[in-house]
Nanobody
Framework: QVQLVESGGGLVQAGGSLRLSCAASGSIRSINVMGWYRQAPGKQRELVAAAPSAGSTNYADSVKGRFIIARDNAKKMVYLQMNSLQSEDKAVYYC???????????????WGQGTQVTVSS
């Protein structure tokens, strides 16, 4: 199995910054894509940023130029640096990983438990 654990959420004033971290653990053979999603109250979960094992990262239009995703493959971690936070960024942020284990050759989607980000105006 694969476990994803997020950290770094919290309360920040509008215009401020937060850095989210996500650590993957378990019997991991390889991780393809790691990314961040968010879900605001009453809204569907949406992709914020994704970082494939090879290739370019991609971002939601709403966060381009403000958020930066980065991976540390050796540590099996993914980070999300969030700058110039706005009230619209308030949501629960979920780490997502597409990974396969030593007991399963198929890539499967895994989710963290989520971390709350609140932006005060």
């Amino acid at each position: 199995q694969v476990q994803l654990v997020e950290s770094g959420g919290g309360l920040v004033q509008a215009g401020g910054s937060l850095r989210l971290s996500c650590a993957a653990s378990g019997s991991i053979r390889s991780i393809n894509v790691m990314g961040w999603y968010r879900q605001a109250p009453g809204k569907q979960r949406e992709l914020v940023a994704a970082a494939p094992s090879a290739g370019s990262t991609n971002y939601a239009d709403s966060v381009k130029g403000r958020f930066i995703i980065a991976r540390d493959n050796a540590k099996k971690m993914v980070y999300l640096q969030m700058n110039s936070l706005q009230s619209e960024d308030k949501a629960v942020y979920y780490c997502n990983g597409e990974a396969r284990t030593y007991s399963d050759w198929s890539y499967r989607n895994y989710w963290g438990q989520g971390t709350q980000v609140t932006v005060s105006s």
